[in-house]
């Protein structure tokens, strides 16, 4: 069954500090990535996706990601974070039912705290 | 921007008792899934639903859930016999005219069973 790893559930970083939060997948097939992010008492929101093309993907609010199909990887990454980034972000992927719909396998989380 | 939106945001209830969760998805969107978080936990899926029927529902979706299209617009989770361990967030999404689109999410509804 398909799964996702998040390594770390928890970060905390001072603002300008430079982050990366690592997503492993185990599907070996085609795959489509996303990041969503929830701020506190808010949903999830999409934060940026990887479909196909450039494995470097930009979203929203300066995050950018890499899928690295040889790893398995989709890393998140932003240079700087600031306060308003504190959030919990989530590792999603797109995968298969037999009906050939699509359900969404998440990862545990990261949550993130940065600090003024 | 079209939001998915969900209510009640938080619902109390009593254990044996029923509860409806309503969303309203996306007003074009096709496509529409219940996913939930128990606390501390991942987001794990539920159910989809398209063309006014189920299409694909995991193992946790057993005969105390349904779900249901009753008009144009709702999208409702009912828990026929409430457990303890349905206490969890609960999120409504919806994706577009692709099944392989990306999925909106709602706001959630916790549900905290006593």
């Not at chain 1, 996303?34 to 993907?57: A, I, R």
């Not at chain 2, 939106?5 to 254990?15: E, K, L, R």
């Not at chain 2, 639903?49 to 709702?74: H, L, T």
Request: charged share 15%; with cysteine; glycine share 8%.
């Amino acid at each position: 069954a398909q799964s996702v790893s998040q390594h770390n559930h928890h970060v905390i970083l001072s603002e300008a500090a430079s982050l990366e939060l690592g997503c492993n997948y185990s599907y070996g097939g085609t795959v489509n990535l996303f990041w969503y992010v929830q701020y506190p008492g808010q949903h999830l929101q999409l934060l940026l996706k990887y479909f196909s093309g450039d494995p470097l993907v930009k979203g929203i609010k300066g995050f950018e990601a890499e899928f690295i199909k040889s790893k398995f990887s989709f890393n998140l990454r932003k240079p700087s974070v600031q306060w308003s980034d504190t959030a919990e972000y989530f590792c999603a992927v797109n995968t298969p039912m037999n009906t050939g719909f699509q359900k969404l396998v998440f990862g545990t989380g990261t949550r993130l705290l940065v600090s003024p | 921007e079209p939001e998915v939106t969900q209510t009640p945001s938080h619902q109390v209830t009593q254990m044996g008792q029923e509860v409806i969760l309503r969303c309203v998805p996306i007003s074009n969107h096709l496509y529409f899934y219940w996913y939930r978080q128990i606390l501390g936990q991942k987001v794990e899926f539920l159910v989809s639903f398209y063309n006014n029927e189920i299409s694909e529902k995991s193992e946790i979706f057993d005969d105390q859930f349904s779900v249901e299209r009753p008009d144009g617009s709702n999208f409702t989770l009912k828990i026929r016999s409430t457990k303890l361990e349905d206490s969890a967030m609960y999120f409504c999404a919806s994706t577009g005219q692709g099944a392989w689109e990306t999925q909106y999410f709602g706001p959630g509804t916790r549900l905290l069973v006593l």
